[in-house]
């Protein structure tokens, strides 16, 4: 089994990241204050379906208190008056006449009838419709939950008709202590404190990618011991130390010094696109530091970044330029010649 799905939430109180959105949620069960319509928007990786999938275990729990039971009948049984669709392959009106249909029929088993909608933005114009009448004449004994990554794309008469939830990107030190418990619990050895900081970092905020880096990572390692050379090979990642010494020489203007450090990077297998985007990602955190926010960077990066003596306008304008050239990269012009020209022009300036 993937580590994703053997440590997915089977309680609130695993959620990691998300604190002020299921405390409201486990307030309004205990107090039987129950919307019929749930909206539950928010970047992926966050836990939005997650959270969908316990609050339609949640409403049906015999014997709630703070939490899901998961005793009870109810608990133990979680497809019956529970169902999931994914709206990017079943996004047609048939679909939601057919939930139509049935939404208005007496619960099986439990006390609701639930419908958990993933990806709920990718429903037709034609199914929003059909699917906003639905909302407008709810059944008493039927919840709707619906998740999007783009809430904006729904029908604002959708949006009206349920309580909204906006989950926020996962703090990068609850992804690391997540994936420290993960590492406890499977029983592996950490050769180096940086490793799950650099897995966290390689996250993007998403706890999803997070677990999923580390499950790759680990079958790459010999004897339960996970190195931080696995992770920066399995990952492709780029060491810290060439990073920073990058950015020595951009800012101390030494272009034969730098252009060597990348053609060495380069025939190691990196990509000139993965290469500038590093070094914007360094650059951006360095002014963080300097400005004194700190909330997001690991202990050791915060170290060496502390002991770097750069002008804090030579930095901007160095961020500047390598957004600039990011963005040209991604609309696919040719990241060899986009990046090297921007480091150039850094190396120009006055």
Request: aromatic residues 10%.
């Amino acid at each position: 089994m993937s580590l994703i799905n053997k440590y997915r939430p089977k309680q609130f109180s695993e959620v990691k990241g998300q604190d002020k959105i299921v405390q409201t949620l486990i307030n309004s069960i205990k107090l039987n204050k129950l919307h019929n319509g749930y909206l539950l928007a928010g970047k992926y990786g966050t836990g939005k379906t997650t959270v969908a999938r316990l609050l339609a275990k949640a409403v049906n729990c015999k014997n709630f208190k703070n939490d899901v039971c998961n005793k009870c009948s109810s608990c133990l049984d979680a497809q019956t008056d529970i169902q999931e669709i994914d709206a990017a392959s079943n996004r047609g009106i048939d679909e939601i006449r057919k939930i139509k249909r049935n939404s208005g029929l007496i619960p099986f088993f439990k006390k609701y009838k639930v419908y958990i909608i993933d990806e709920a933005h990718a429903l037709t114009s034609q199914a929003s419709n059909a699917f906003l009448k639905t909302l407008e004449e709810p059944s008493s004994r039927t919840k709707f939950i619906l998740c999007t990554t783009e809430p904006g794309k729904l029908l604002a008469t959708i949006k009206s008709r349920c309580l909204p939830f906006y989950f926020v990107p996962i703090r990068f030190y609850d992804i690391k202590d997540k994936l420290e418990e993960i590492t406890q619990k499977e029983g592996y050895n950490l050769k180096d404190s940086k490793i799950l900081f650099k897995i966290a970092e390689r996250s993007n905020n998403t706890l999803r990618d997070a677990i999923n880096y580390l499950d790759l990572c680990l079958q790459n390692t010999e004897d339960k011991t996970l190195t931080l050379d696995i992770i920066e090979n399995t990952l492709g990642l780029i060491q810290d130390d060439k990073i920073y010494e990058l950015i020595d020489y951009l800012v101390g203007n030494r272009p034969q010094k730098f252009f060597t450090v990348i053609s060495s990077l380069v025939s190691n297998g990196k990509k000139y696109e993965d290469i500038i985007v590093y070094l914007r990602g360094q650059v951006k955190e360095m002014i963080f530091v300097k400005k004194g926010l700190t909330k997001n960077i690991s202990p050791y990066k915060l170290k060496i970044i502390k002991e770097k003596n750069y002008p804090i306008d030579k930095l901007f304008k160095i961020l500047v330029i390598l957004g600039k050239a990011i963005n040209s990269i991604q609309g696919f012009v040719n990241p060899k010649d986009t990046s090297e020209l921007a480091y150039l022009q850094i190396f120009l300036q006055k």
